[in-house]
């Protein structure tokens, strides 16, 4: 349990870490420590302007870093029983060190599109991981089985959900290919693109196809909702009922942020305007963490209809041949 409760802790500190970071871009902070992985050759700068922000994301992430690594030697000293744990808390170490160089990368090749963009997919995907890490570490619940399924249901609620899971993660890479391309300012006016449809630029297309993308990703969550929403809450599962009926509000909100960012930060760089930025990438991680709990979740639950119609099957068969 506490080892649990340890990587629960571990997730929430990488999610803070996302939001951390989502203020160092908007507030033209990136290249506020030209050097690396020092700030201008000290681990402890004055902390004021843009260091604040480029330097707190830095401390962030040598905490997520230290907590990764606390939990991979926890696991391999707890969880004997399961190699496989132990081969993957390692893995989440790997993968936060390589982020950390990446984002040292970043850095000292002043800021590529390229290198910020993958930067923050692996940062979303590394969250993702990390969620389920944490899953599979809840006591008494074992791997998910990620498998087909053969059982009562199918998996096409899963299979809708872990699609919707794919297309925000997407939807937040081309957000930040948005940004690192400094396609957000090309569009100032809401729906369109400075009256265009289609603008003819390349960061107003870059701009526009994140909008539309996003409209689409609306329309998809609300009919999977609509779609399963009888056959998920009759699974008995609160953490799946739960994730299920928080998306569309989750996803109304992330929506509403995406329309403020146009008409605050995207027109005037203000405090509340990065407020909005950072919340509106915080809501997209919140959503995509839903999703992946609830992908998580709804493949536990298909397994155990799978193993009890199986027992049944065993036991009705037990029962007719014990029949003179």
Same mark, same amino acid.
């Given at each position: 349990?506490?080892?649990?409760r340890?990587?629960?802790?571990?997730?929430? !500190?990488?999610? &803070?870490?996302?939001?951390?970071?989502?203020?160092?871009?908007?507030?033209?902070?990136?290249?506020? +420590?030209?050097?690396?992985?020092? +700030?201008?050759?000290?681990?402890?700068?004055?902390?004021?302007?843009?260091? &604040? %922000?480029?330097? !707190?994301?830095?401390?962030?992430a040598?905490?997520?870093?230290?907590?990764? *690594?606390?939990?991979?030697?926890?696991?391999?000293? $707890?969880?004997?029983?399961?190699?496989?744990?132990? =081969?993957?808390?390692?893995?989440?170490?790997?993968?936060?060190?390589?982020?950390? #160089?990446?984002?040292?990368?970043?850095?000292?090749?002043? /800021?590529?599109?390229?290198?910020?963009?993958?930067?923050?997919?692996?940062?979303?995907?590394?969250?993702?991981?990390?969620?389920?890490?944490?899953?599979? /570490?809840?006591?008494?619940?074992?791997?998910?089985?990620?498998?087909?399924?053969?059982?009562?249901l199918?998996?096409?609620e899963?299979?809708?959900?872990?699609? +919707?899971?794919?297309?925000v993660?997407?939807?937040?890479?081309?957000?930040?290919?948005?940004r690192?391309?400094?396609?957000?300012?090309?569009?100032?006016?809401?729906?369109?693109?400075?009256?265009? *449809?289609?603008?003819?630029?390349?960061?107003?297309?870059?701009?526009? &196809?994140?909008?539309?993308?996003?409209?689409?990703?609306?329309?998809?969550?609300?009919?999977? #909702?609509?779609?399963?929403?009888?056959?998920?809450?009759?699974? =008995?599962?609160?953490? $799946?009922?739960?994730?299920?009926?928080? #998306?569309?509000?989750?996803?109304?909100?992330?929506?509403?942020?995406?329309?403020?960012?146009? %008409?605050?930060?995207?027109?005037?760089?203000?405090?509340?305007?990065?407020?909005?930025?950072?919340?509106?990438?915080?809501?997209? $991680?919140?959503?995509?963490?839903l999703?992946?709990?609830l992908? &998580?979740?709804?493949?536990?639950?298909?397994?155990?209809?799978?193993?009890?119609?199986?027992v049944?099957?065993?036991?009705?068969?037990?029962?007719?041949?014990s *029949?003179?």
């Amino acid at each position: 349990m506490k080892l649990h409760r340890f990587s629960q802790f571990t997730v929430f !500190s990488v999610f &803070l870490l996302l939001i951390v970071g989502a203020t160092v871009n908007p507030t033209g902070s990136s290249l506020a +420590c030209p050097d690396w992985p020092t +700030c201008y050759g000290s681990f402890f700068p004055e902390m004021k302007g843009g260091i &604040l %922000f480029e330097h !707190s994301h830095r401390v962030v992430a040598t905490l997520v870093g230290f907590l990764t *690594i606390v939990q991979a030697i926890w696991i391999t000293a $707890a969880r004997h029983d399961d190699p496989l744990l132990a =081969k993957l808390g390692w893995t989440a170490v790997f993968l936060v060190v390589f982020q950390g #160089v990446l984002g040292g990368v970043t850095v000292l090749m002043g /800021l590529s599109w390229w290198v910020s963009t993958t930067h923050l997919a692996i940062a979303m995907a590394f969250f993702c991981y990390m969620i389920y890490l944490s899953y599979r /570490l809840r006591p008494g619940r074992g791997a998910p089985t990620l498998g087909p399924y053969t059982g009562r249901l199918d998996g096409p609620e899963r299979l809708a959900v872990g699609m +919707c899971a794919l297309a925000v993660y997407l939807q937040i890479i081309l957000g930040g290919l948005m940004r690192h391309t400094q396609s957000g300012r090309a569009c100032l006016d809401f729906p369109w693109c400075n009256g265009e *449809i289609w603008p003819g630029v390349p960061g107003g297309r870059i701009h526009m &196809l994140h909008r539309y993308s996003g409209y689409a990703i609306f329309v998809l969550l609300l009919v999977v #909702v609509f779609k399963y929403r009888k056959t998920i809450s009759g699974l =008995k599962r609160p953490g $799946a009922n739960f994730a299920f009926k928080a #998306v569309p509000v989750v996803l109304t909100l992330q929506v509403a942020l995406g329309v403020l960012t146009v %008409f605050t930060y995207l027109r005037s760089v203000d405090a509340m305007g990065v407020s909005i930025v950072a919340a509106h990438l915080a809501v997209g $991680a919140g959503l995509l963490a839903l999703l992946a709990y609830l992908y &998580l979740d709804l493949g536990r639950q298909l397994e155990h209809i799978r193993i009890g119609q199986e027992v049944e099957a065993v036991v009705t068969a037990a029962e007719t041949n014990s *029949i003179p």
